[in-house]
């Protein structure tokens, strides 16, 4: 698993981005299967008080 826990540019440490470890993960793996079940769900980020937070919703079935 990769873990980002800090960035700098230049001499300036940087905070590290919600969810940019996983986005690293994500394209660094080779052959990766998605599971179906995230076909299943929308997904949707919303900022609460300064804050990100992922929403998963289940797409009603037609």
């Known amino acids: 698993m990769i873990v980002v ?4 540019v230049g001499e300036y440490q940087v905070p590290v981005p919600a969810g940019l470890s996983e986005l690293l993960a994500d394209t660094w793996v080779k052959k990766k299967k998605t599971p179906s079940i995230v076909y299943e769900y929308e997904r949707v980020v919303e ?5 990100l937070f992922t929403k998963l919703i289940k797409k009603e079935e037609t």
Request: proline fraction near 0%; charge should be positive; aromatic fraction near 0%.
């Open 47 to 51: 900022c609460r008080n300064g804050s």
């Open 5 to 8: 826990t800090e960035m700098k």
